[in-house]
């Protein structure tokens, strides 16, 4: 598929993706898609039908006017009836318009409501590693700030070419009556604004395109500065004048492009756009002299003047409206760009493997981010037997984390393998892998959501089974945090709706670990120091907990305090992502290798 900066270079992207965009009207809405194509018809052909009987007014009020007698009184009869009709054309044409403006609305609510869906569910299929791609991310951006309303209006803009088709032809016919080359004229005076509006149309694309980061960065500022979560840093620091004047900055930026880009728009615009009065009062002029020549009647006078009004408006709209499909089309390329983003199949389906008492392997395992020349893992070998419990121990960015996230297949090893009961993960059915694993990053989403919710979130068979949630939190130690809420588990946490309540990393720390233990069948059970925020004695009574309550299960801990470490049957220690040493507690420290040095420094913080 063409990128979306290609489609910028000629018209061939004019109706690309209009098939697609009827199609996605269509489905969302039959009966209104029907409708609509109804009641666009009936607009496209009663303007001409109003012109035409107007000259049959006119032409039946000239006649009366001359007339005597019984003669006159037939006369003004016929031009009232004329004019009775000419009132049903126009309250007709009056109601097809509201009919199409009412299709519009109500098609607008559901297609932006299903677009967004669409873009909602293909994210669910993306990897992790695709939203931590910055480039990615721009695509996911661009598709959510326009391509969700550009299907409609591009539909609508198709509705409106056909109807103001509908109409040309209907004028065309009457005025050909005139002169073949009055049609010609209509049509060539509306060309020159057109392929300017054309021109500018793929220029303020190609703005659109540049700026996702700039757009981006406004919308992250905007979250620093409004959110509650951010607001202590940034009132304690001081950075808000900053950030703001940051955020003025790209505005100003964005709004010097967006000026110079509509000043030259409207510009050439008007210029080019005085070529199609000059043709349209001349047009005038030449039915005023057939007219004095009496080669018309005033009332075809009549008819052609408004024929060729209403002929320029029509065509005007029909280029203009081609212009918009072929901006339309840019858009929606960035939407269907985003949702034709290929995805690696999940190709596993084993829900149990062939050797259950075998439990972890990492084989020779790597990873590197994609466009990343330096690896994050790098020949990691490790073997997790059930029921042990292990403890990654490392410095800051050395692979421990990520470690978790390739074993809960968040992740794919760049080479080597990772086995779960003698079966490679790719082979496990993804749900029944994560299905066998708890787990707790050090990064827990805080939920806006009520407490039992918050807790229920570790397994959705059960986010409303108060019963499971309360063994859940007796488990996670949480349950005399929520004795003491006025509503316990109904609860509201956060500050984002009314009556919520906050509470502190510690008190989160508990919920977090209560939503691990949601998963009554996992096996393997893993904190990513998710207790950072409790002092040493409140983790160590954590983990104390947690090692009871994991007996024949695997746990892996990850922390950075050795009280909680020394625990663990196995602890490996990884440096620049490579395993450096591994054993107990007491072997490492006799071995008076790494693991040995930053426990003597911890120790020496407490004496």
């Known amino acids: ?36 194509g109804l009641l666009t018809l009936a607009a496209g052909m009663l303007p001409a039908a109003v012109a035409w009987v107007g000259a049959l007014i006119v032409d039946a009020v000239v006649a009366a006017i001359q007339s005597d007698g019984g003669a006159r009184s037939a006369a003004t009869g016929h031009a009232l009836w004329l004019v009775a009709a000419e009132g049903g054309l126009v309250a007709a044409l009056a109601g097809a318009q509201r009919g199409i403006s009412l299709c519009q609305s109500l098609l607008r609510a559901q297609l932006g409501q299903r677009v967004n869906a669409m873009i909602l569910e293909k994210a669910l299929t993306l990897e992790l590693a695709q939203f931590e791609d910055s480039e990615f991310y721009d695509k996911l951006t661009r598709a959510r700030r326009e391509a969700s309303s550009r299907p409609l209006s591009l539909v609508m803009r198709t509705f409106g070419l056909a109807q103001n088709g509908v109409s040309l032809v209907s004028y065309g016919t009457l005025l050909a009556q005139f002169s073949p080359w009055a049609v010609a004229v209509l049509v060539l005076a509306g060309l020159p604004s057109f392929l300017a509006e054309a021109r500018f149309s793929g220029a303020a694309f190609r703005l659109f395109l540049w700026r996702s980061p700039e757009t981006r960065m406004q919308l992250y500022l905007e979250t620093v500065l409004a959110r509650e979560d951010h607001a202590k840093e940034v009132q304690l620091f001081g950075v808000g004048p900053l950030f703001l004047q940051r955020y003025r900055d790209i505005f100003g930026k964005l709004y010097r492009e967006d000026r110079d880009l509509t000043v030259r728009r409207d510009g050439w615009g008007f210029a080019l756009g005085l070529i199609a009065t000059a043709t349209l009062y001349g047009a005038y002029a030449w039915v005023a002299f057939a007219t004095i020549a009496a ?12 024929l060729f009004r209403q002929g320029q408006a029509a065509v005007s709209a029909s280029l203009a409206a081609i212009g918009g499909m072929y901006e339309d089309n840019l858009y929606l390329a960035t939407l269907y760009e985003y949702l034709e983003t290929p995805v690696e199949p999940r190709k596993g389906t084993a829900v149990r493997g062939p050797k259950p008492d075998d439990g972890i392997r990492f084989e020779n395992v790597a990873f590197a981010y994609p466009g990343s020349e330096s690896p994050v893992l790098n020949g990691v070998s490790l ?37 779960l009961d003698g079966l490679d993960l790719g082979e496990w059915d993804e749900a ?21 919710e918050n807790i229920g979130a570790g397994d959705v068979r059960h986010l409303d089974d108060e019963p499971r949630w309360r063994e859940a939190a007796g488990k996670g130690m949480a349950a005399p945090v929520i004795d003491e809420l006025p509503e316990r588990y109904r609860t509201p946490l956060g500050k984002w709706f009314n009556h919520g309540r906050d509470l502190s990393g510690g008190e989160w720390q508990k919920i977090a670990l209560s939503r691990a233990f949601m998963r009554t069948e996992a096996d393997i059970l893993v904190l990513d120091e998710p207790t950072a925020a409790m002092d040493a004695a409140a983790e160590a009574t954590v983990f104390e907990h947690f090692r009871a309550l994991t007996q024949g299960r695997i746990a892996i801990l990850i922390s950075h305090r050795f009280s909680t470490v020394r625990m663990a049957d196995q602890i490996v220690v990884l440096q620049d992502g490579r395993i450096v040493e591994r054993g107990n507690h007491d072997e490492l420290v006799r071995a008076n290798g790494h693991y040995a040095r930053l426990f003597e420094l911890q120790a020496r913080g407490y004496q």
């Open 1 to 36: 598929m063409p990128t979306a900066p290609q489609l910028t270079r000629g018209f061939a992207g004019v109706f690309r993706y209009s098939r697609r965009a009827l199609e996605l009207v269509w489905t969302t809405n039959k009966a209104l898609s029907v409708a609509l």
């Open 295 to 306: 080669r018309i009647t005033l009332g075809q006078m009549t008819m052609y003047v408004m």
């Open 383 to 419: 073997h997790i037997r059930p029921g042990s419990a292990l403890a990654l121990v490392g410095e800051n960015g050395s692979g421990k984390t990520t470690l978790i996230k390739l074993l809960t297949r968040l992740y794919r090893p760049t080479s080597g393998r990772i086995t």
């Open 432 to 452: 029944a892998l994560r299905a066998r694993i708890g787990v707790i990053f050090q990064d827990f989403v805080r939920y806006q959501l009520m407490v039992g």
